[in-house]
């Protein structure tokens, strides 16, 4: 194996690739939920170590070229298998859909087939996905179980989702009204308009190396460590660590192709130690032009369809986790690290820490007021340890990565940080 320079950076990168999960319109786009289980779920992950063949004997390279390389890649089409895997430490999700978003998958009035509801599963536990994708216009993600498969496809301004299981069917039409604008403009027009499936949790290892390339700065260093082989392709092995102390997330180590600089593999290990918390890798791959047909879909006889607006009126009826959670919603938390609304950003990097405020400076809703279902009550039961400290009393929420403290008098510090972190932040801030 031929030694690779170790070297640190106070940057990612900042130029966005062209490779089918950096697309706008990529897969990506039309996968988890953000919000799956509150403050405390805001990274999911994906796979268990893949086999390798040997470290394979590469020419060295810097991790700042490195980082270019991956940059630069230009690779629109691919297709293959992933295996994910994700240990964030919380309660399987599985049962809990219904309670924090009524109308859901199975519930009353909701389609299997939605992907709000049913990719939340991806969450925890291990699953297999087939993946294929021919530019940024076309993508399908598949789910597959041992007896049925879940299918979601984007071709065009077209996105349809399929659960063999059910034999329920989803669609919904993209607005394309921002196209000429700019793909920004584009997704951000989609997004006024509605568009039924919000961005969510990349699922290929190059969408997760691209969220943890450009959030890396002062407080990171990354280094190249080695070589590896994943899914029969050579490549070099990109080390992500936080430079600070405090941080839940120990590394990150990012396999990337030697020869076209596609991530294949992504793992994300904890500071404490044991299992990874994401661990997402390819363990078949084809950077050939996958078949046309992989992108087309018509629902076989007898499937009962649900368009997007219908399910928009149905998700309009329920209790969200917004409601459970006072102040916790993605618009208080700000854009850029910086804030809005009531949230005061404490700290940088890796140790970053927001503080909310609650509107009225309520506390933690509960059984007892009748604001939380009582399936609801034990997920957040099973989460909470009790703290108390110069700032009064309160419960962390804890999970793997993200840890969120409520305090009794309405405020809310959550980060990727420990629970002596958190505590640390609402006392200095008393």
């Not at 984007?154 to 669609?171: F, L, M, P």
């Not at 820490?353 to 509107?359: K, N, S, V, W």
């Not at 804890?398 to 510090?413: E, I």
Request: glycine letters at 14%.
């Amino acid at each position: 194996m031929a030694p690779n320079d170790s070297a640190e950076t106070n940057g990612g990168t900042n130029g966005g690739t062209r490779g089918p999960a950096a697309g706008r319109r990529k897969a990506a786009r039309y996968i988890v939920p953000v919000a799956v289980a509150g403050v405390a779920a805001a990274t999911i992950g994906l796979v268990p170590a893949l086999a390798s063949s040997g470290d394979p004997d590469l020419p060295k390279i810097s991790a700042q070229k490195l980082i270019e390389k991956i940059a630069a890649s230009d690779t629109e089409q691919l297709s293959g298998t992933v295996k994910i895997s994700t240990d964030l430490g919380i309660p399987s999700l599985g049962g809990l859909a219904e309670s924090f978003a009524p109308g859901g998958a199975g519930g009353k009035g909701g389609s299997s087939a939605d992907p709000q509801e049913r990719m939340t599963e991806l969450a925890s536990g291990t699953h297999t996905l087939r993946v294929a994708a021919d530019g940024p216009d076309k993508q399908r993600v598949s789910i597959l179980d041992d007896t049925s498969e879940y299918s979601l496809i984007h071709n065009g301004d077209q996105v349809w989702a399929y659960d063999s299981k059910s034999d329920q069917a989803y669609h919904a039409t993209e607005d394309r009204a921002g196209k000429d604008a700019g793909r920004d403009a584009g997704r951000d027009a989609g997004k006024k308009s509605g568009h039924p499936v919000p961005e969510g949790v990349p699922t290929t290892p190059k969408a997760l190396a691209e969220q943890v390339l450009k959030a890396a700065g002062p407080t990171t260093s990354v280094t190249v460590d080695g070589t590896a082989q994943v899914a029969g392709r050579d490549a070099y092995k990109l080390v992500v660590k936080p430079k600070q102390s405090g941080s839940t997330i120990g590394s990150v180590v990012v396999a990337v192709d030697a020869e076209n600089g596609v991530p294949l593999k992504f793992t994300m290990l904890p500071s404490s130690g044991g299992k990874a918390i994401v661990d997402a890798g390819f363990t078949k791959v084809d950077f050939s032009k996958p078949d046309a047909s992989s992108f087309t879909f018509t629902p076989p006889k007898g499937t009962e369809v649900t368009e997007a607006d219908d399910a928009k009126a149905e998700h309009k009826a329920g209790k969200g986790l917004g409601d459970l959670i006072p102040g916790a919603d993605a618009a208080q938390l700000g854009a850029g690290g910086k804030g809005a609304g009531n949230t005061k950003i404490i700290g940088e990097g890796w140790s970053t820490i927001a503080e909310i405020t609650t509107p009225g400076g309520t506390g933690i809703p509960s059984k007892a007021s009748g604001d939380v279902p009582a399936e609801a009550q034990q997920f957040l039961d099973a989460l909470g340890d009790k703290v108390t400290g110069k700032f009064g009393s309160g419960t962390v929420f804890k999970t793997r990565v993200v840890n969120a403290l409520m305090t009794d008098d309405g405020k809310v510090y959550v980060g990727a940080v420990t629970k002596d972190a958190l505590v640390k932040a609402a006392n200095s801030a008393s």
